[in-house]
């Protein structure tokens, strides 16, 4: 993202979040704010390759850090319609899944609980933009790298997309600071873990809304 995009898009979270803590409809901002950081990277994205493609999942047994207003709106998302079976996946995942780094989780074929049976995204619309950035230029080298049965010399690169990653990063850390900026938490969290916290405990989201930390040991 270059660095006027970067500017304008601080300003313009600034001016949604001033807006709605004035309105008291701090929610509706979040909302907003999340929005517009994805729309603006992927603006600055648009026409460009990736090889990635829906049911293709090679990449998602990575962790995922999220922002707590993003956690927020994909825990709404889902829990909108039936969602025990998914819900199980959550809680394994906190209980167990969440303590793996990366390699392990690899090792392990520890998938995203949000997959669907055929391997695609499940909240696709809403997913974090962490999830966003991540374009890969090359599907067969992606799928070698996460293999788990190939040996330590196999090259694990994989060729990718760094203007979009860095487009992501930004936004990212642009919703970061506008949160730090109007008093709102702006730790990250584990995507499974913050998710299911938000959607089993509604008292989060007013804890959260209303400039409160969330519980310690949400992240650990």
């Known amino acids: 993202m270059a660095q006027g995009d970067l500017l304008l898009l601080d300003e313009e979270l600034a001016a949604i979040l001033s807006d709605?803590?004035?309105?008291?409809?701090?929610?509706?901002?979040?909302?907003?704010?999340?929005?517009?950081?994805?729309?603006?990277?992927?603006?600055?994205?648009?026409?460009?390759?990736?090889a990635c493609a829906r049911g293709c999942r090679h990449c998602c047994v990575l962790n995922v850090a999220v922002l707590l207003p993003e956690a927020m709106r994909i825990a709404e998302t889902i829990t909108a319609t039936p969602w025990s079976a998914l819900q199980k996946r959550l809680e394994f995942h906190s209980s167990r899944e969440r303590w793996m780094d990366d390699e392990e989780r690899m090792m392990r074929a520890a998938f995203c609980p949000l997959l669907d049976t055929d391997g695609s995204c499940s909240i696709h619309p809403v997913r974090p933009l962490a999830c966003r950035g991540v374009a890969s230029l090359d599907s067969g080298r992606c799928k070698s790298a996460f293999n788990p049965t190939i040996d330590d010399e196999t090259d694990r690169t994989v060729p990718a997309d760094l203007v979009r990653q860095t487009a992501y990063d930004r936004a990212f850390m642009a919703l970061g600071r506008a949160l730090a900026n109007?008093?709102?938490?702006?730790?990250?969290?584990?995507?499974?873990?913050?998710?299911?916290?938000?959607?089993?405990?509604?008292e989060l989201k007013t804890l959260f809304i209303s400039g409160g930390r969330l519980p310690r040991e949400l992240w650990g």
Request: proline share 2%.
């Open 20 to 50: 709605a803590l004035e309105k008291g409809d701090v929610e509706a901002g979040l909302m907003q704010g999340v929005t517009l950081c994805a729309d603006r990277a992927e603006a600055l994205c648009a026409g460009r390759e990736m």
């Open 182 to 202: 109007h008093g709102l938490d702006n730790r990250s969290i584990e995507l499974g873990v913050g998710i299911l916290a938000f959607a089993r405990n509604p």
